[in-house]
């Protein structure tokens, strides 16, 4: 369970009269969380998680040198002046397969079969290709038989197509640092070293529930005025792709007595995120209900789509309130449910991928608000991208979401963004790590 550790700055925002900006709601929210107590994982199950400890190698990689291509090893002296015109004669004096120790040394005037990532004998500084000799193959010669001679066509330096021991990782180098991002390469790193298992910050258990007697569980009959719950499973996708357990609680209707049992089954979790109910309307009873289980602040974001947020903790677990409507509860995630959740998992880059882009419509901007436009966003033939407004921009429209890629982002401060303005695009499919 996590702990809020940012409750003064809570309390001080209970006022629901005042207007907060996006960044500083964001503040606020972030300040109330750290990264979650760590697990040890089989690598595998760790894919996509943080690293919650210093990874150093025990051991180098490679732990010897070894052959980068199959040729002959060979001492780089010996084949001075070598060429395709007048080849070299090397004594072939045995063979040497990957997987084994070496059975013969390298002296003067002699060469050895080799295989990729077999160790180079002793003696031997180089390794001529195949393709740069006049081996011809024969019946036999891969059962241990091989030539008495081989002609050496290239003049080799020391190292050629040899890799030294510790090339990539030395003994006691650190490898990987609290905060990585287990990605496959560093999962590929670990298992290099040797190891099975890792520590990593767990996986936060997130709470979702949507409120309102409008609202119905999908494979609900509809009845009359009633509508689906469609924010539950967009929340419940948002908190899986970036990391999170959602947790479906279904919908709590508006009675304070249904609100308070669903809250209480909530607090199991690490965060609980409700939809609905935090707005000025009569019935929205959320609020007072959050008010009355916990210390919780409603807040009016200048943000567009959606305004009324609340945010604070329900018997010591944090509690994200997020509007009602479709698209609204979806932008507010991503701007402050998002950050919240990738910092529970350990990672240090907490924002979403931007990238500038230049805007191809014209966007009205009124009320002061920053407004999150719904857009897609594609390469240019300059190497930039173009911002492209898809459907309607209403807070309820879902269609917009499913066009675009993006949310070109208008500062509270612009009223109309004309054509040819470049903005920052959040780009919504693009994976941080």
């Given at each position: 369970m996590t702990q809020l550790v940012a409750a003064p700055a809570i309390r001080a925002w209970e006022d629901a009269d005042r207007m907060v900006g996006v960044d500083e709601a964001r503040e606020a929210i972030l300040a109330a969380f750290a990264p979650l107590?760590?697990?040890?994982?089989?690598?595998?199950?760790?894919?996509?998680m943080v690293l919650a400890e210093e990874v150093v190698a025990g051991v180098?990689?490679?732990p010897f040198p070894n052959s980068a291509m199959d040729g002959f090893a060979v001492r780089a002296i010996d084949t001075i002046g070598a060429s395709f015109e007048t080849p070299i004669r090397l004594r072939v004096i045995g063979e040497a397969p990957a997987g084994y120790a070496p059975r013969v040394s390298v002296g003067p005037g002699t060469a050895v079969r080799i295989m990729t990532g077999a160790p180079v004998p002793e003696g031997a500084d180089a390794v001529v290709r195949f393709e740069e000799t006049d081996e011809v193959e024969r019946p036999g010669e891969h059962n241990g038989h091989v030539a008495d001679a081989v002609g050496i066509r290239w003049a080799a330096k020391p190292?050629?197509?040899v890799r030294p021991a510790s090339e990539d990782v030395a003994a006691g180098d650190v490898v990987l640092r609290g905060g990585a991002h287990l990605r496959p390469a560093e999962i590929g790193m670990l298992a290099a070293l040797?190891?099975?298992?890792v520590l990593v910050h767990r996986r936060p258990r997130v709470a979702i529930l949507a409120t309102g007697d409008e609202v119905v569980d999908p494979g609900d009959?509809?009845?009359p005025g009633q509508i689906r719950n469609s924010n539950s499973s967009t929340v419940a996708a948002l908190v899986r792709r970036c990391g999170g357990e959602p947790v479906l609680l279904g919908v709590a209707r508006d009675t304070t007595a249904a609100l308070r049992a669903k809250l209480r089954e909530a607090q199991r979790a690490d965060v609980v995120i409700t939809t609905g109910g935090v707005s000025t309307g009569d019935y929205d009873l959320v609020k007072h209900v959050l008010r009355m289980e916990g210390a919780v602040a409603l807040w009016q974001v200048r943000i567009k789509p959606g305004k009324p947020l609340a945010f604070g903790r329900i018997g010591g677990v944090p509690l994200l309130g997020l509007p009602g409507n479709p698209v609204a509860a979806a932008v507010a995630f991503e701007q402050f449910g998002r950050p919240a959740i990738r910092r529970l998992l350990g990672h240090r880059a907490l924002g979403i991928p931007t990238v500038p882009a230049r805007l191809l419509d014209r966007v009205e901007n009124r009320g002061g608000r920053r407004h999150f436009v719904r857009v897609r966003v594609e390469p240019d033939e300059l190497g930039g991208y173009t911002a492209r407004v898809v459907g309607a921009q209403g807070a309820g429209v879902l269609t917009s979401l499913l066009l675009g890629n993006a949310l070109l982002v208008v500062p509270e401060d612009v009223s109309v963004a004309e054509p040819g303005m470049v903005l920052p695009a959040q780009m919504l499919d693009w994976d941080l790590g």
């Open positions: 107590p760590a697990i040890t994982l089989p690598i595998l199950d760790a894919l996509g180098a990689i490679p190292g050629d197509n040797g190891r099975t298992h009959p509809l009845g």
